[in-house]
Structures are given as structure tokens and as C-alpha cells.
């Protein structure tokens, strides 16, 4: 080979190599099997967008399973104080505890029929304020109950509790909504004992 020869190959050479990064740097990818920088960007972008959609659904179907979850746990309860005097024939009444979020508990009566909550043996404590995040006691602007009554406060007015026979003391109501303000509860107790749970929906108990 002269040294021209040389020098020609010399030439192809570098310009095959320049050629190679060329290809490298402007993302064309010589490996049909992979991916190129842009294709990356582009999937990483639409998996944000996708993460951006669905985590503040995901998080306001939680607090809506929560507020359902505590109403359905606060009604349970009521049902409780209510088959336990019916079973003992003694008094037994829940009590909301001073907390945020939702506490109470479920009493016993020492000496019926007076009820008094600092003293009363306890049946049942339930605390949900750590375990259901978001979710209180609240009117969530109500200002009446599912039966059209007035109402000033998110829980009865004292104890709630029933007597020999499993008949309410008084009848009442008791709020619960989600922080968000999106999920309103009204677990009701009429005076007969019948305990429902209302949902608010557009405005409207039902």
C-alpha cells in the first residue's frame, strides 16, 4: 500500500467515526432492541402526567372510604350499647370523648338509671383519630337532621343511651364529614332505637 492508500484509509476511517457519533448524538439508536434519550423522555413524561391523575383520585377515594368506614363503625357501636341493655337490663350510652376526629366510648351505667361518663365503667373504648386520618365529627354546614329537626351541634347534646327495654333515652344525631368536605354521615337514632346511616347527597339527605 502507498502513502496515498494510507492516507485514504486514514480519511474513511475518521469519517466513519465521526459518523458513528453523529448517529449517537442525535438520537438515532442503531440497536432496533433499545431506546433512544427522546423515547425515554417521552414515556417518563406521560408515566408524571399519568401519577399526576390518579394520585389525587386515589387520595380522595380513600377519605371517602374512611368517612364511610367511621359511620359505619359509630352506628355498629350505638347497635352494641343498645343489645347490651337489652341483655343486662342496665343502661349502657356512648359518650363522645373530648378528641379531634372521632372518640368515644361505650359505657355502662353503675348505678341506673343515672348516667354519669367521668365515673361509668367503660364496655367499649374507640378512638379513630390516628387510624382514620381526615375524618371528624362536624355539621359540614348541616343545620338540620335527616327528618328536617334543627340542629346546633355535630353529636347529641350529652349521652346518648338507652334503657332496660333498649329504648333510646333520647333520640339524636351524630355528623360526620371528611376534612375535604366532600363525604357528610349522619348516623341517626330515633326514638324507637332504630339506627340509620344517612349520606348526603347534592344537598340532600338520603
Known sequence: MDRGEASDARGSARISIW????????????????????EL????????????IAVPQYKALTLQLRTTSVATQLASDINFARIQSLRTATTHYVAVTPATGV????????????????SDPAVRTVTLTNSMPGVSFSL???????????????TPT???????????LTAGTYFIASSD??????VTVTGAGRVRIWSKVA???R
Open 19 to 38: 459518523r458513528s457519533l453523529g448517529h449517537s448524538l442525535s438520537g438515532v439508536r442503531d440497536d432496533p432492541s433499545g431506546f433512544t434519550l427522546i
Open 41 to 52: 423522555m417521552v414515556v417518563t413524561s406521560m408515566f408524571l402526567i399519568l401519577i399526576g
Open 103 to 118: 372518640a368515644y366510648k361505650v359505657q355502662r351505667s353503675a348505678a341506673p338509671p343515672a348516667i354519669v361518663p367521668a
Open 140 to 154: 359540614n354546614g348541616a343545620t338540620t337532621d335527616p327528618y328536617g329537626n334543627a340542629v346546633t351541634g355535630a
Open 158 to 168: 350529652g349521652a346518648l343511651g338507652f334503657d332496660a327495654r333498649g329504648i333510646p
Open 181 to 186: 368536605n366532600a363525604n357528610s354521615y349522619a
Open 203 to 205: 344537598g340532600a339527605w
